[in-house]
Nanobody, 124 residues
Framework: QVRLVESGGGLVQPGGSLTLSCAASGFTLDYYAIGWFRQAPGKEREGVSCISDSGDSIGYADSVKGRFTISINNAKNTVYLRMNNLKPEDTAVYYC?????????????????WGQGTQVTVSS
């Protein structure tokens, strides 16, 4: 059974950092792309970052380029999202998702299975 579990969210001050984890079970990340998405209250879920099965294709939304870094640890079957210089507008529930048929993409329509999400709040 495919399962994705996010962790690492929390409350952080503007300019601070957090690292989110997406632990996968029931399948191996060696063969599928993973995306990170976020949804703020009253807003649509938006793509943040993605990484291909091989890890050689990576993408970021313009709003997070230069601040967020996605990485993968295949031995731990886990994908990470390192978030630096956080801003209040980064506040949202962050989700990771699995794509069976597509490569690295921040289009949520191309993802099949989702985790439950982890809350990130950036506030002073």
């Amino acid at each position: 059974q495919v399962r994705l579990v996010e962790s690492g969210g929390g409350l952080v001050q503007p300019g601070g950092s957090l690292t989110l984890s997406c632990a996968a079970s029931g399948f191996t990340l060696d063969y599928y792309a993973i995306g990170w998405f976020r949804q703020a209250p009253g807003k649509e879920r938006e793509g943040v970052s993605c990484i291909s099965d091989s890890g050689d294709s990576i993408g970021y939304a313009d709003s997070v380029k230069g601040r967020f870094t996605i990485s993968i640890n295949n031995a731990k079957n886990t994908v990470y999202l390192r978030m630096n210089n956080l801003k209040p507008e980064d506040t949202a529930v962050y989700y990771c998702a699995l794509s069976f048929d597509y490569g690295c993409s921040i289009n949520r329509e191309e993802y099949d299975d989702w985790g439950q999400g982890t809350q990130v709040t950036v506030s002073s």
